[in-house]
């Protein structure tokens, strides 16, 4: 498995398992398949409510704790300072572990320099071996990096080709903070597995639009987390390290570019509120 190295030294793989939308319970079947067909890192977050039963594949499979990179999330729900420390404690509890690969804050709403500063306590003690962010933009993840002691060491964006996120790769890329891709798949939107230009590369190199599409990703250094609940699939969207895309190729991706998201407005003032108010538990 291909790794890159964080800002702070530690290593995580280039390529997990990412378990957003996966039914409770079906979550542990799923990711004891994935565990069984190679995939090392998993992601998971307290509002997908399937902690725990990642937490069992992982215990059940026999793997040592550090052969396996875990992600969790925090929910802005529980961005209170106080109300984080607890959180982070439900999640570790619920997960079986007893530390944190890397913990992101999952939304740039609420009260995130308080649950920041949290995460920083919590990394601090080593409970964590690695903080970031999910979905800030550039602005908001400089202001808040300019204004903490721990600088993010990755920040999550919805990436696939029709929403590219060029600039902030760039700006990422300049800051040292890892770059890592959901949705890389654009959720199937814009018929993407069907999409000529990917149907045409993929042909060309005798592999799927998935392959493709990954492999386009990593050759940006950029981190996937692909999800999927079937075995054959999983094992496919493993096989991207040995063919490389040319640089025309490169291209003909870059210009399926639409600079905008085709699952959700950050903008739109009824989603941020939704997400900003949206509550996990009591």
């Known amino acids: 498995m291909n790794n890159v190295r964080l800002n702070n030294g530690v290593m995580m793989p280039a390529i997990g398992f990412g378990v957003y939308q996966i039914p409770e319970n079906e979550t542990e079947r799923i990711v004891t398949d994935a565990l069984e067909v190679g995939y090392r890192m ?3 977050a307290a509002s997908y409510f399937n902690e725990e039963q990642v937490g069992n594949a992982l215990r059940h ?3 040592k704790r550090e052969d396996v990179f875990v992600t969790t999330k925090l ?3 529980d961005y209170e300072y106080d109300d984080a420390l607890r959180a982070f404690d439900l999640s570790m509890k619920k997960l079986g572990l007893d530390y944190l690969d890397l913990y992101l804050l999952h939304k740039p709403y609420g009260n995130y320099y308080a649950a920041w500063r949290a995460a920083e306590r919590l990394y601090k003690e080593g409970r964590i071996r690695a903080i970031g962010v999910t979905s800030f933009s550039s602005e908001r993840l400089q202001d808040l990096f300019l204004h903490n002691e721990v600088k993010p060491a990755v920040n999550q964006l919805e990436t696939h080709p029709f929403f590219q996120q060029q600039a902030a790769n760039t700006f990422l890329k300049q800051e040292g903070i890892q770059h890592e891709a959901w949705a890389p798949f654009a959720e199937g939107q814009n018929d993407i597995f069907n999409h000529p230009v990917l149907k045409s590369i993929a042909e060309r190199h005798g592999k799927t639009v998935g392959n493709v599409v990954l492999r386009w990703l990593n050759q940006r250094d950029i981190v996937v987390i692909p999800k999927t609940v079937r075995k054959e699939r999983m094992i496919e969207n493993l096989a991207i390290f040995d063919f490389t895309l040319t640089d025309e190729e490169m291209d003909a991706i870059a210009r399926l570019d639409t600079g ?7 903008m739109d003032l009824a989603t941020t509120k939704w997400i900003g108010l949206h509550k996990i538990h009591e």
């Open 75 to 77: 929910w802005v729900q």
């Open 61 to 63: 499979s026999g793997l």
């Open 260 to 266: 905008r998201s085709p699952i959700y407005d950050d």
């Open 42 to 44: 998993f992601d998971t």
